[in-house]
Structures are given as C-alpha cells and as structure tokens.
C-alpha cells in the first residue's frame, strides 16, 4: 500500500513562500508521475503542477508558472512544491498525488492519478 503524507502547509502573508513536502512510503512505491493539486473552499480540486518521477521533466498550471516549482528527491521518496510571491488566491488546501501508468503525457486530471495525501493547509492573507 502506497501513502502520501504531506507537510509545510501554513500562514503566510502575501508576497511570502512556503515550501510543501510529500513523503511516500509502500513497498511497490514506483510512480511514473508526481503532481500537486489544490482546493479552494466553494471550487473544485484543481492542477497546480506535475514532475515525472523518473526523467524529472516539470509541467505546470498556468496559475503556478513563474511561481511555484515542483522538485523532487528519488532517494527520499519526496516530492516538493515551493510557492513564491503567494496571493491570497493560493488559499486551498494542497494534496500531493502519484500515478502510475505510462499512457499519460503531462496529465492535468486527478482521474489519471492512483494516490493522494490527506492534503495540507495553505493559507495567504492580504
């Protein structure tokens, strides 16, 4: 059984970073992509951004570009997003994700990811 836990969520003033972690843990933890989601109180889960495992090759919501990176530490099984210059619609709880299977190029969707974190707390004040 695979399982994510993610860490680094908090208060931040706007114009401020936060660095999140996920850590995965399971015997069969192979992913081929990683990715980074997000929800607002009120909207739906959202892509912030997407690393492939091996290649370490980035992608990212237009929202994230410039701002945020995605990285990640093959040894550790641990995946990072730091968030720079962070706005008050960053707000949402953010949930690491992985998938598995080889078919997706860049997926976007959450339906093409096989596990989730319990998702962390990220909260940006004007």
């Known amino acids: 059984q695979v399982q994510l836990v993610e860490s680094g969520g908090g208060l931040v003033q706007a114009g401020g970073s936060l660095r999140l972690s996920c850590s995965a843990s399971?015997?069969?933890?192979?992913?081929?992509?990683m990715g980074w989601f997000r929800q607002a109180p009120g909207k739906e889960r959202e892509f912030v951004a997407g690393i492939y495992w091996s290649a370490g090759n980035t992608y990212y919501a237009d929202s994230a570009k410039g701002r945020f990176t995605i990285s990640r530490d093959n040894a550790k099984n641990t995946v990072y997003l730091q968030m720079n210059s962070l706005k008050p619609e960053d707000t949402a709880v953010y949930y690491c994700?992985?998938?598995?299977?080889?078919?997706?190029?860049?997926?976007?969707?959450?339906?093409?990811?096989?596990?989730w974190g319990q998702g962390t707390q990220v909260t940006v004040s004007s």
């Open positions: 994700a992985a998938y598995r299977s080889t078919l997706y190029a860049y997926p976007k969707s959450q339906n093409s990811y096989d596990y």
């Open positions: 399971g015997r069969t933890f192979s992913p081929y992509g």
